[in-house]
């Protein structure tokens, strides 16, 4: 009789991957009808303000974790406490870096998150490195590395390039220069990534839309390059309370304008991270 | 660590003596006087001047239309009674017949008021974006330029190497006339 492939599977076939933490030993992975997601990198840079750019890296980490996405941060960000970890404190394992420099935040069933501290490296080399954590990877979405950057067009040039690059800007003249530069800087390196713009307003920017297709339709008409919009940052008494309780925003209950907008933002880029790429097809 | 958020202070006087403050300090104004003129003359907040021109400032603490109004009224005001303005001010450092120029401070622009600011006057005028925080008892003052009239006509006298150096963005390479005509597509509304 021909041996024909079993119709169903019994739970020893089937426990080691949908019952436990362990993925199935190498030989079986050709067996997995699915590829793997694929492993994105995420610049985050906002020129004028490093608070800012790891107060949104933090609950962004966050907000990806709560999709499934493993998460690794590498923070440049200085000073001490413009970094992500103050803005995460009240969550790390062991309140601070571990003995391997890393710090880690588990919550409950969520993939774990892993910030590394990159500020001696000057710039972001990649993160397949040995000294990454493996235990933090292990979203079932696809793993996001999070690159919390140095917010200066010579990091972008030094640095490996990112899929997915956001950058927050105020709305002034001068800062979307600053912003306009920072998509240059990153259309001259890295042709196919993506690039994505948030606008950081102390109060709710006016005709934000307006402006903003200003700025995409100049970058595109001079640099041959598609930018996203992602919303308006709005500051209230919720982003101090955040960084007073050393807490991301999204964790905390009830609702504010900043926390709307923040989860607007964050859901909008989620959802784009699933969109192909420039040059990559409509 | 702490984010400096804005307050709203209910002493408009305060405010304007916060900003005559910050003129003097960091834009080397001489404040010659307050408060000048009535509701139905037009009021000017600041009276100020450097060694060359003359600086009618208008603060806004309440909505931006009235004290838009209040200035231009105030500008017209100034302009009909400046000989007699001088003779009241006159010293040996202070002027009043040097060029005048509008300056409006206020927490919040629209983001078209270059367009169509430009487009409606002819007098020269500079605009400031203010943010107040700390306590009313204790203020601090940010304020930061959102860009100067006849920057599109004198395009070619800006520091672009300036800008650059300011802003960190050397590095990107972007040339003389691309950040003119990146300014102008910004403000054409």
Redesign the interface.
Known sequence: MKDRPKLGRGLRDVSPFFLSEASLPEQQHGEIPFPAPPERTVCVCH?SSV?IQSFFTANLALELARHRHGVQVWDYAMPD??RVT?LMHSLLEGQGPEQDGHARIMLYGLPRITIRDGRAEGCFTGGGDADADPGAVDGEAGNCILVNARP???FI?QSSPADDSIILTG????S???C???I??IRGKTPGARIWIAFDG??E???DR??FE??S??AGQ?LDCQVGFLGTLV???S??RS??EEKPLVLFAGQSAAKEALSGICTRFIEGLHLPGQGEGS | MRLLKPIHMGDAAQVIRICAQWLKEDLGFRVVEYRIGNAFTGSIDILAVDAVRVYLITVNTGRLSDALMEALTGYRWFLENREFLDRVYHTDEISLLGPPTLLLLSPDFPPEIHSILLQGLKMEFRLFRYIVTGTEDDPDLYVEELAAHGLTESAGEMDLDKIRRDLGIEAAGLEDEEIRDFLRSMRAG
Do not use: I, N
């Open positions: 020129p608070l406490e413009h103050a200066h067009p010579d040039l709305t002034g003249e001068l979307l220069l600053q306009y530069a920072h240059k800087v102390q109060r920017v006016r005709d307006s402006v200003r700025l339709g100049f001079r500051h209230d008494e982003v101090e960084f007073r």
